[in-house]
């Protein structure tokens, strides 16, 4: 099944990438420890398995990516288990084996630890977060740094002042940092939302729920500076005026809700009916000519005219064409449409007339 949110896609895709550098990074390591000259047991188990795991979990991410958050949480589970391992062995071994430094022995892992807490930030809910990025501190850094504390000439060397700084500061920073970063990135995406909820708000009409005036005008305007062949068709409910006095605004409001959702539903993709003002809707026809906008507009006023509203009965509309030209404005084809309107209405209403261009 296709995931539609873009949120989860996101996390596949990182998750996907994730994996294929964690495959990669498993591969090298295996490779270096294998033709090192000193090889020490845990480094031979521990590279060949995560690759395994790793592409084990990547298959599975590609088989069921709706799982990409479960993986990712595993993935993460088993790169801490593959740190705390020779963490933990490779301090026993300093602490017990007299004249057997730390600093000689441990492997590059403390690069791979800001990596790790980086990805628990990042695939965990902050306040989990910062309780798993702190176990994953005291397992693999604690004693690191309780080590190098009771082992100041250790300390003093550049790898063990690398690892004072990666195991402390830089560690504490990375933890402090991406809370912060995520959160100014969820303002962002409520800011986002918000903004995107307003201009729906602002571009469509509440009582008919389709576009209102201002996207009306917008689409006309591009139309008319991408000068392609279009037209208009403006159209006003007729005796609206004693429908609300007679049966009541809510019968009105009804009526007006029907005539929208039908003529709505006769229009095709890139046409656009809005809500003009009061009883008046506008519909911006591109890519049309003459004909085509008079048969559409015949339609609209048949479509109407079938409508059943109680207790009003029967409603009709008056409709006014007209096709847009070289060197129209806004202004000037709406003036044409509007007359068309007025004369359709001059002669008895539910019909349809077309403006000539004057």
């Not at 188990?45 to 595993?74: E, H, K, N, S």
């Not at 000689?104 to 790790?116: D, G, V």
């Not at 798993?132 to 002042?161: D, K, N, Q, S």
Request: glycine share 6%.
């Amino acid at each position: 099944m296709p995931m539609q949110d873009p949120s989860e896609r996101f996390v596949h895709h990182a998750m996907v990438v994730m994996l294929g550098l964690a495959i990669v990074a498993a591969a090298c390591a295996t490779t270096i420890h294998w033709l090192s000259p000193v090889q020490q047991p845990l480094d031979l188990i521990v590279p060949p398995t995560m690759l395994v795991l790793f592409a084990v979990l990547l298959i599975a991410l590609l088989r069921q990516p709706r799982w990409a958050l479960a993986i990712g949480r595993y993935a993460l589970l088993a790169s801490g288990a593959a740190l705390v391992a020779p963490t933990w062995l490779y301090v026993t071994q300093a602490v017990l084996t007299p004249g057997l430094p730390l600093i000689t022995t441990l492997p590059p892992i403390s690069s791979l630890l800001l990596i790790l807490v980086l990805m628990v930030m990042l695939f965990f809910p902050t306040p989990q977060a910062f309780r798993v990025a702190l176990l994953v501190w005291i397992l693999v850094a604690w004693p690191v740094l309780v080590y190098l504390l009771l082992h100041p000439l250790e300390m003093e060397t550049p790898r063990g002042r690398d690892l004072l700084m990666a195991y402390g500061p830089a560690l504490v920073l990375v933890t402090v940092l991406i809370p912060v970063q995520r959160g100014l990135a969820g303002k962002i995406e409520r800011l986002t939302l918000e903004r995107a909820r307003l201009e729906i708000i602002a571009n469509h009409d509440p009582l008919t729920h389709i576009a209102n005036r201002r996207p009306g005008e917008q689409i006309l305007q591009s139309i008319l500076a991408d000068r392609i062949p279009a037209g208009v068709i403006m159209f006003d409910m007729d005796r609206f005026k004693a429908i609300n006095d007679t049966y009541g605004h809510p019968v009105g409001d009804r009526v007006l809700q029907k005539v929208a959702q039908h003529c709505e539903r006769l229009l095709r993709s890139g046409e656009c009916v809005s809500r003009w003002g009061g009883e008046e809707f506008l519909v911006v026809v591109p890519h049309v000519d003459a004909v085509g906008l008079q048969q559409l507009a015949e339609r609209l006023r048949a479509t109407i005219a079938e409508l059943s509203v109680e207790p009003a009965q029967q409603v009709t509309a008056s409709f006014g064409v007209a096709m847009i030209v070289a060197g129209d404005s806004l202004t000037s084809v709406l003036q044409r449409a509007d007359r068309a309107l007025y004369e359709a209405k001059r002669q008895g209403g539910n019909g349809v007339v077309g403006q000539p261009v004057t």
